[in-house]
């Protein structure tokens, strides 16, 4: 009997060497960044964590997750919101069972999803965003954390997950807040190199509910998650992956058309071109309202051309006085020259003469 103490104490010690805590690749990435966007997260509460196979949700003897999985993806273009889709422990007798769906982060549940039920319950309540015609809405309360501890899909998860539930329940139980917070152990949720990993859907400062990712979680920060994020709001930068329904460059993009005092640059340029554009046509045409009904329309574009016109035609002819007076005023000088030479040569004869 001690020899199989003294070995399993071996094995775990081994386990979290290589996939635990220990592991060499803890810390070795950037976590921030590493959720993919989505806006609503659905969680189908089934058998435990160490029963759930690699593939849960495409099991042939899993049919309640095939079956769900299978629904949302079909009727994924009817869905108006990106949804997700994740496996959490559901264990009779306890807060949580088999076939509850609960969904983040509108904070509701429902109890006791059958596989003749799945379609109906897609249709009502994640395509047309109804109550569920065949079942009760329940709100949901406090926070909820979310473990990743799939055993059979990833060593690192399964080694992790267990470790950090236990000592979640028991920092929860220590400050007497069970009927606040609640964990629980949830199937594949991406990113095993990151284990352990946990998902939060608590209230933000402003009372929203936000899901926070976070990843290389060990037990020694369990008291900070619970005292600064879920009990201040705050965010724990180090470990942070990511946040549901954030969309950060796409908020980039938006504020890139924004002008400083916040009016939008696409529409502020559209409104200057039909401005422009009025303006041009108020300049053109413009008609007042005559006696007895008669309208007298000026089209200003078309006087202005005429005056163009005008203009060019009184200059032309002042041009061709011009030239006809400078002529005839050169004609003129030569002559009276000519004459006075002729006088000058005729006197100067008769002089001789004389």
């Known amino acids: 009997m001690a020899g199989d103490g003294e070995s399993f104490s071996s094995d775990a010690a081994s386990d979290d060497v290589k996939f635990g805590f220990q592991r060499p690749e803890m810390y070795k990435s950037d976590l921030a960044g590493t959720v993919d966007p989505y806006d609503r997260h659905v969680f189908l509460c089934y058998k435990s964590h160490d029963s759930w196979p690699s593939r849960v949700e495409d099991s042939e003897t899993d049919l309640l997750p095939k079956l769900l999985s299978g629904a949302l993806k079909a009727r994924k273009k009817d869905i108006s919101v990106k949804t997700r889709l994740t496996i959490c422990e559901g264990r009779d007798g306890t807060e949580l069972s088999d ?7 509108e904070m509701i549940k429902y109890r006791g999803l059958k596989e003749s039920d799945v379609d109906s319950f ?3 309540v994640l395509v ?3 109550p569920w015609a065949s079942g009760v809405q329940e709100d949901l309360t406090g926070s909820h954390i979310f473990v990743c501890a799939h055993n059979n899909r990833d060593r690192r998860c399964g080694v992790c997950g267990p470790v950090l539930i236990e000592k979640f329940k028991e920092e929860i139980e220590l400050r007497g807040l069970k009927d606040q917070m609640f964990v629980s152990g949830c199937s594949h949720i991406g990113g095993h190199k990151y284990a352990g990993n946990l998902i939060i859907f608590s209230p933000d400062p402003e009372g929203k509910i936000a899901g926070h990712w976070y990843g290389y979680v060990t037990p020694n920060d369990v008291p900070d998650v619970l005292d600064q ?3 201040k709001g705050e965010i724990i930068e180090r470990l942070w ?3 549901m329904g954030v969309y950060v460059e796409a908020a980039k993009k938006e504020e890139e058309h924004k002008l400083p005092n916040g009016k939008d640059l696409k529409k502020s340029k559209k409104n200057a071109q039909e401005n422009s554009s009025h303006e041009k046509k108020e300049n053109v045409t413009s008609c007042c309202q005559g006696v007895n009904g008669i309208s007298c329309c000026r089209d200003g574009s078309l006087e202005e051309e005429t005056s163009k016109v005008h203009g060019k035609k009184e200059l032309g002819r002042l041009s061709c006085w011009m030239g006809k007076w400078e ?10 020259v000519g004459a006075v030479a002729t006088v000058a040569v005729a006197y100067s004869f008769y002089r001789r003469s004389g």
């Open 128 to 130: 047309n965003g109804k």
């Open 99 to 105: 076939g509850d769906v609960l969904i983040f982060p």
């Open 241 to 243: 992956r990511g946040q």
């Open 327 to 336: 002529q005839s005023d050169v004609l003129a000088a030569v002559a009276v």
């Open 229 to 231: 994020h879920i009990e």
């Open 122 to 124: 897609v249709e009502d």
